[in-house]
């Protein structure tokens, strides 16, 4: 797949496949666009007799001008509207495009479809999903759009997503959220052993894990003993200003035997001796949490300000 120019799009459409959505899943299978309508004219549409269309809309659906208007414009979208423009719609919670061909069949039952080019996809140019949770809000708001077709007014928005491209804001923001986490990460390095201990337990509070009675005392190696209630899950955490490879190899020694806690976090800000080289991933239950992964989550759960009242 090329990029798509979008210089040489005219315009993003989203089309609801049918009421309620009722021809999503054929049309994506089968890649084409549907429209139904059945009871209005279908020569007189592709002659583009819309002022004919507009009153026979107004006659058969016994509705208003601004009404009529409204479906007639809807009509003439799926009618008239080219090669050069983008198709979207919403199906399986991700976003489907396509372009369409020119030529409209119309069907036995009074329906008409447009060939997909091409098909329907759910994929940007790096094959990856696009996936709704991803799509911006007010873009898939469109799905609540009453009536078959509408314009989307962010045609770059849609784009940038299919060609896996960042809006300049987004780049921008990126980029500052990258520079402040840095900046954090130096703060963490600045604070007492008491103070960083406290900054851990909030991190993990704020993840909604609750401190047990005990912690520390009988457990000389455990400095936090927490539990999650939504999953029933007990953890163990230590938490050292500075740690080498082998102190941790130690710790992980003496851990082995305790089968009271489902998973282990050992948290230095400051690695020593190849511990920032190790592989996590060797270990079923244990994670190692450094200064950059700890900067990241004092980001996400808002402690900036309780880090710079620390080191001010």
Not at 70 to 96: A, P
Not at 181 to 190: A, D, G, N, T
Not at 197 to 216: H, P, S
Not at 261 to 280: E, Q
């Amino acid at each position: 797949m090329t990029k798509i120019d979008v210089k040489k799009v005219l315009q993003v459409n989203y089309i609801k496949l049918g009421q309620n959505g009722s021809y999503t899943k054929e049309c994506i299978e089968k890649g084409y666009i549907k429209l139904g309508y059945n009871e209005i004219d279908h020569n007189l549409c592709i002659g583009g007799e819309w002022e004919k269309v507009r009153d026979d809309i107004i006659a058969k659906y016994k509705c208003g001008n601004r009404v009529a208007s409204s479906h007639c414009r809807q009509i003439k979208n799926f009618y008239e509207d080219g090669v050069d423009v983008l198709w979207v719609t919403f199906f399986g919670n991700k976003m489907w495009w396509c372009f369409s061909e020119n030529k409209i069949s119309f069907n036995k039952d009074r329906t008409k479809i447009r060939k997909a080019i091409n098909g329907w996809s759910d994929r940007d140019i790096n094959n990856n999903s696009l996936n709704e949770d991803r799509i911006r809000g007010d873009i898939r708001a469109v799905r609540f759009y009453m009536g078959a077709i509408c314009n989307v007014s962010d045609k770059e928005y849609i784009i940038n997503k299919i060609n896996s491209e960042l809006s300049p804001d987004v780049i921008k923001c990126e980029e500052d959220t990258k520079n402040l986490k840095q900046s954090v990460e130096k703060l963490i390095l600045r604070l007492q052993p008491t103070d960083f201990e406290l900054l851990v337990d909030l991190i993990f509070r704020q993840a909604g894990w609750q401190r047990v009675d005990y912690a520390g005392g009988n457990l000389p190696v455990i400095d936090l003993a927490l539990y999650a209630p939504i999953t029933n899950e007990n953890i163990a955490v230590q938490i050292k200003c500075r740690s080498g490879l082998t102190q941790f190899n130690d710790w992980k020694t003496i851990i082995s035997d305790m089968d009271q806690f489902d998973r282990f976090y050992y948290v230095v800000h400051t690695p020593l001796d190849g511990l920032r080289n190790f592989n996590g991933e060797e270990e079923d239950n244990i994670d190692l949490l450094m200064s950059e992964r700890l900067s990241e989550l004092v980001v996400s759960y808002g402690l900036i300000d309780w880090l710079i009242r620390k080191v001010s």
